[in-house]
């Protein structure tokens, strides 16, 4: 199983950057895809999640900037990041999860700074 993350970037604040995450040796339809980030010295966090159904949940930091979708036919999800705050610098990382399966990818880093 791999999840291999596109490069993310510096970005100025109030730009924009979308994230993608190309899955493969797993049925990828099934499988809930989520991102996730991490700063130094803090614990991982939800960014977004979409299920397979395309059912979306955000965390309230990002709800109304942040838009994940996944495009099944290749076996891709995306995190298109608009209004980007310094806040939003991290570790981005994809996961995939079904029942108690979960892959993770291998972060790429995202930097708003002017």
Do not use: H
């Amino acid at each position: 199983v791999q999840l291999v993350e596109s490069v993310g970037g510096l970005v100025q604040p109030g730009g924009s950057l979308r994230l993608s995450c190309a899955a493969s040796g797993i049925m990828f339809s099934i499988y809930r895809m989520g991102w996730y980030r991490q700063v130094p010295g803090k614990q991982r966090v939800l960014v977004a999640v979409i299920r397979s159904s395309g059912i979306t949940t955000y965390a309230d930091s990002v709800k109304g900037r942040f838009t994940i979708s996944r495009d099944n036919a290749k076996n891709t999800v995306y995190l298109q990041m608009n209004s980007l705050i310094f806040e939003d610098t991290a570790l981005y990382y994809c996961k995939a999860s079904l029942s108690d399966k979960e892959y993770w990818g291998q972060g790429t880093q995202v930097t708003v700074s002017s």
